[in-house]
C-alpha cells in the first residue's frame, strides 16, 4: 500500500466532496476529482471556488496559496481519470448500491497499491469493500461537514483491511490537519451512532406532541450548552439524509434508537427536508436559507405567560448548592426571599455563600455595590417551616428522595395559604406523586432548575395532570422575570434535557464496554465530530455516576425500554465506589 499519496482521487464533488478536494488541495497533494456529468463538474468547480474566496477573505488563505490550491484540482466526468492516483475516496450519496458499482470499477481501473476509501457516514465498510477483487485495500475514511473546518475524522477498518493502508491514511488525515480515531466497520461508527439515536429520540418526542420543537431545542442548548437542538440540527442535515442514516444503522445493528421515528418518513413523502427544501420541522425564508420565520407553529408574541397569580414573596427549602443558587436567583429579580435551613449553621452558610457569589460579580463589573446590598436584604433565613405560611410560592430543594419530599409536601399542605403555588425542584421523580400528597394537586407544579442555578439560563416547567392552567402559566411568566429560559413538559420520567440526555450517555457507555472504542476517541468523536461542549464520558464523571445511574434507573423503570436499561459497567463502576471527580476515578482517574 502507498505509504505517500501524492496524487487523490475524489469521486462525487458535491458537498462533502467538494470540502474533501479542498482539503487534499491545500495540503499539497493533487486532486482529481470525478462528477457524473458536466453541469454537476461545472458546479464542483464553482463550489470549490466560493469557499476558497471566503477563506481568502477570512485571512485563512492568501489570493496565491488560493492559487496554488485551485491549480492543484482538476474535475472531470470520466472515472478513469483516477487511475494512476494513490488514494481514492468515494463521497457519492448514502446508496449502497451506487457505492458498489462505483468500487467495483474503481478496483478494476486504479493500481493494485492504491488505497481505496468511502466517506460513508453510516454504510457497512465491509459490504462496500466486497465488491473488489481485494478488499484488503478498502477501508472508510469518514470526514465531517463542512471538510475545510472540521477537524475530526473516523478511519474505518473492516475484518481485512491491510493495516499499513489504515496506517497510511491516519498519517495522512494528521497531515491534513485533522485528529483522526481509528474504529471498526460498526453500523453509525462512533459519532453517528451516538448521534442519531439522541436525534431520533428527540424527533420521537416531538412526534408525541410531549413538548414543543422550540422547547425541545432549547432544553439541549439552554441545559447542555449545545450549539444547537436536535430538530434544528436535523433540518441541517437534511431529513431524507438523516431518515437514510437511521435507516442504514437500523438494518444493521437492529437497535430501537435507529428504527426511523414514522414521522420523519412523512415529512419527508411530503417534501419537508429540511433547510433545503425551506421546510423541515421549521419554516425557512427560502430554500438552504438559515432564517427561521415565523409558522403555524410558532408561538404568538400577543400570547406571552402573564403572572396568573401574585407572586411577592417566596420561600426556598434547602440549604445546599441548588437551594442557595435559586435564592439567589429570586433576590435579585427583586422577590422577598425566605429560606428554610435544618440549623442556624446551615442558615448561616447560605448567607454566606451569597455574599460571597454577589462580591464575586461586583468586582467583576456585573453588579453594583448598591445592587449587591438590596440582594442581600431580600433574604431572610429560618429554620421553622412555620414560616412560610404566608409566602405566595414555595421552591423545594431538598434530596431527592420520594419519601422525604412526600412528607414535606404534606406539610407545606398544611401550613401555606390557600393558593399558595408548591413547587419542587427534582430532575427524575413524579411530580404527580408529590402533588397526590396534598390537598391542592392542581397547585403543584415542577420547576426543575439546572445546577448552578443562578448561572444556567434554563427551567423546565413540568405541569401534572392536575396541574391547574394558570399554575403552569405562572411559573412560565416567573421564569422570564428571573431571565430565564422556561419550558414546558408534562410529568415523565426525566423530563426533556435527561430523557434526552442519559439514553445518549448510556449507548456511549455500552460502546466502550463492547471495546469498540476508548473513553478518549469517544470524547474527542463527539467533542469533535458534533461540537458538543463535552464528551460522554467527561460528563458523566462530572455529574457523577452515582446521580447518573439512578437517573438511568428511573428512565428504565418508567418507559421499560431494553436500550435504556443501564450499562452493566455503569453499575460495576458505582458498586466500586468509582463515582467520577468527586471521589478521584472515575471513567478516569483524577487522583
Known sequence: MSAEFATAGVVGIGTMGSGIAEVLARSG????????DADSATRARATIEASTARAVAGGKLTEAERADLLGRITIGTDLTAVAAADLVIEAVPEDLELKQQIFTELGQITRPEAVLATNTSSLSVTEISVSTANPRRVL?????????????????????TDQSAVDAVKNLAEKLGKTPVVCGDKAGFIANALLFGYLNHAVQMYESRYATREDIDAAMMYGCGYPMGPLALLDLIGLDSAYEILNSMYKQDRKRVHAPAPILKQMITAGLLGRKTGKGFYTYAGKDSHEVVADEQTPSKDRLPQLRHEISRV?????????????????????DVIFVARSEEKAAGVQK????????????????????????????????LDDLASVDLVVEAVVEDIDVKRALFENLDEICRPG???????????VVELAASTKRPGDVVGMHFFNPAAIMKLVEVVHTVSTSPEVTETAQA????????????????????????????????????AHYATADDIDLAMKEGCRLPMGPFTLLDVVGLD?????????FSEFRESGFAPAPLLEHLVTAGYLGRKTGRGFRDYS
Open 29 to 36: 497533494v493533487s486532486v482529481v476529482g470525478v462528477e457524473k
Open 420 to 430: 399558595a403555588i408548591l413547587a419542587t425542584t427534582t430532575s427524575s421523580l413524579p
Open 547 to 555: 446521580v447518573s445511574l439512578a437517573i438511568e434507573r428511573t428512565l
Open 478 to 513: 416567573l421564569c422570564v422575570k428571573l431571565g430565564k429560559v422556561a419550558v414546558t413538559c408534562g410529568d415523565r420520567a426525566g423530563f426533556i434535557v435527561n430523557a434526552l440526555l442519559f439514553p445518549y450517555l448510556n449507548d456511549a457507555v455500552k460502546m466502550l464496554e
Open 315 to 335: 420561600g426556598v427549602i434547602g440549604t445546599g448548592t441548588m437551594a442557595t443558587g435559586i435564592v439567589e436567583v429570586f433576590a435579585k429579580a427583586g422577590y
Open 353 to 384: 455563600s451569597i455574599a460571597k457569589s454577589l462580591e464575586k460579580a461586583v468586582q467583576r463589573g456585573k453588579l453594583t455595590e448598591e445592587a449587591r446590598d438590596a440582594t442581600l436584604a431580600k433574604v431572610t433565613g429560618t429554620t421553622k
Open 140 to 160: 472508510g475514511l469518514h470526514f465531517f461537514n463542512p471538510a475545510p473546518v472540521q477537524a475530526f475524522v473516523e478511519v474505518v477498518r473492516t475484518v481485512v
